[in-house]
């Protein structure tokens, strides 16, 4: 897999992503001519997360592990051993993850590097996990394309995957992995028609024959109208609809003169099992019902405690926020054990070999 460009590469090498003193430890090191084998050993806090990112991590370290020589890199990959647990596996607060062992002086610059990419990418696999594990084997799609810098998103889809995402939403969360990336029609789209779902429906057919339909029916904070409206007017055509009610609105079905119950804001258990009571009678029990909106492990597992008959779970912003941060620590030195108070060495019998 290629993960960067020459110019990326370049500057990976060069230092330009990495903390300073790093890069000035690397530097004296280096004058000092200190080349020291050490064992680096990762680890993070969080329990049942989802180990992801080694793979990446791994080409990191042959790519720019060295150091230039009258302006030429020279490559010292071939002096690092790396061991580390597979990718996907379920880790442990405090659990050894990887160690690096070779003179640190070859790689003193990554460590900054190497400590965000396993801390993005578990952090997106394991809220993916958790997501899917809640959902009781019903799709989850990986719908978290604008809640974070566009540029994440490659190797954020990856880490869905590995979470167990069954379809993303971009081209570029797609690259990395074997997943459709799929969508249904924006609010935009109805509203450039002037609030006409039917004659967005149909443009969309038109334009997409090989493509499944799915409907958005929350425009006019009406899904069973809307739901009922679009079958009528796809009939088999119509893949599914999406309910994606915004969480400080009550969709007309359940409003009433009665106080306002808090649960019946936005997509909620009530709402979609009226629209699929609705869809029922009228003959459309193939229409698959798909929600978004505010989804995370807590609203999946809810929706899941209630019976809901959804489909499929649209899930974005809860799966790319919260931190899985990882600590690399030095925790021996030509073979003797040396480390930071409290950091000592932790072998895993479940490493595999990764040089």
């Not at 590469?9 to 790093?22: E, H, L, P, Q, T």
């Not at 509203?191 to 958005?216: C, M, P, S, W, Y």
């Not at 978004?292 to 899941?304: N, Q």
Request: with cysteine; aromatic share 10%.
């Amino acid at each position: 897999m290629t993960y960067w460009d020459k110019k990326t590469i370049n500057k990976i090498r060069r230092g330009y992503f990495s903390a300073v003193y790093f890069n000035k430890t690397k530097h004296i090191l280096s004058q000092e001519v200190n080349l020291n084998l050490v064992t680096m050993q990762l680890f993070q806090k969080k329990d049942k997360s989802v180990f992801c990112g080694v793979d990446e991590a791994v080409e990191l370290l042959k790519k720019g592990t060295g150091y230039f020589k009258r302006n030429r890199w020279v490559s010292k990959w071939s002096d690092l051993k790396v061991r580390s647990l597979p990718e996907g596996s379920q880790i442990k607060s405090g659990e050894s993850v990887m160690h690096i062992i070779g003179p640190y002086t070859y790689f003193a610059h990554l460590e900054s590097l190497y400590l965000g990419i396993l801390a993005r990418r578990t952090l997106v696999a394991s809220n993916t996990r958790g997501v899917v594990k809640a959902a009781n084997k019903k799709p989850v799609m990986f719908f978290a394309d604008r809640f974070d810098h566009f540029l994440n998103q490659e190797g954020d889809g990856y880490a869905a995957k590995v979470g167990g995402a069954t379809a993303v939403c971009t081209l570029a969360q797609a690259v990395r992995v074997e997943l459709p990336a799929i969508g249904t029609i924006p609010h935009a789209l109805i509203a450039v028609n002037k609030g006409d779902l039917e004659i967005t429906l149909k443009q969309f057919v038109k334009h997409f024959k090989k493509v499944r339909a799915i409907a958005l029916v929350d425009f006019n904070n009406d899904c069973v109208a809307d739901s009922l409206k679009a079958a009528r007017v796809l009939g088999r055509k119509l893949w599914g609809v999406r309910l994606d009610t915004a969480q400080n609105m009550i969709d007309k079905s359940l409003v009433s003169n009665k106080v306002k119950n808090k649960l019946n804001y936005g997509v909620n258990p009530k709402l979609v099992k009226l629209v699929r009571k609705t869809l029922n009678k009228e003959g459309f029990e193939f229409v698959k019902i798909v929600v978004s909106g505010g989804f995370d492990e807590k609203k999946v597992t809810w929706f899941e405690k209630e019976k809901t008959p959804v489909d499929v779970y649209g899930v974005g912003s809860s799966l790319v926020h919260g931190n899985n941060d990882f600590t690399a620590d030095i925790v021996k030195v030509g073979g003797k054990n040396v480390s930071k108070s409290g950091r000592s060495y932790r072998g895993n019998k479940k490493f595999k070999c990764f040089s």
